[in-house]
């Protein structure tokens, strides 16, 4: 399928493991930036994730339900390579830290190296959101810690069922 060549599409890529309150801010900026955003989940990216790829894939899809330029899809093998099957020409990633520059410098120019008519664009949440990442998310919630503001509502629900699942299980 082609695509107008003023279309500006971009691709924001993550585990998403789980979505935090920091994502949903960087997607609804680039919203308003580019034409469409794609949320593109790394499918399989760790062996053992918190949720399932068909999980995250539900969950950012009702949180950005009603939001037309926004898609959610789940992408296999090099971001490079999936951005061109997009026909998109940017990669959006945020930055909340000084320590997130280095990966993603590295990130951005071995992207660049791959495909230079990619461009990546670094996007700064909200300040109130600099501190979470998904892994702290997790931790701090298995471990019976408030996450209540820093996640979507659907996220919170999400882990409680899991939580709720798994003590039954082990019963
Ligand atoms: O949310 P994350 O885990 O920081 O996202 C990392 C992600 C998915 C953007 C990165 O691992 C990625 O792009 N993986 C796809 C494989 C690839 O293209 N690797 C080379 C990147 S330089």
Excluded at 116 to 140: D, G, N
């Amino acid at each position: 399928m082609s695509t107008p060549s003023d279309t500006r599409i971009a691709i924001y890529p993550g585990s998403f493991d789980p979505l935090t309150n920091g994502h949903v801010d960087i997607i609804e900026r680039g919203s308003r930036i580019f034409d469409s955003i794609i949320v593109a989940i790394l499918a399989n990216v760790e062996k053992t994730p918190l949720f399932s790829e068909l999980e995250r894939v539900e969950i950012l899809r009702e949180v950005f339900k009603g939001r037309p330029n926004v898609k959610i899809e789940t992408f296999n093998g090099l971001l490079v390579d999936y951005a061109k099957q997009k026909q998109a020409h940017v990669i959006v990633r945020g930055l909340r830290a000084v320590s997130d520059f280095e990966y993603e410098f590295q990130m951005a120019l071995m992207n660049r190296h791959l495909e230079p008519a990619l461009e990546t664009v670094f996007m700064m949440p909200a300040e109130q959101y600099t501190y979470i990442s998904s892994r702290l998310i997790k931790e701090v919630f298995t471990l019976g810690g408030e996450i209540t503001g820093l996640v979507p509502p659907v996220v919170e629900e999400r882990l409680r069922e899991k939580a709720k699942g798994r003590r039954q299980k082990a019963k």
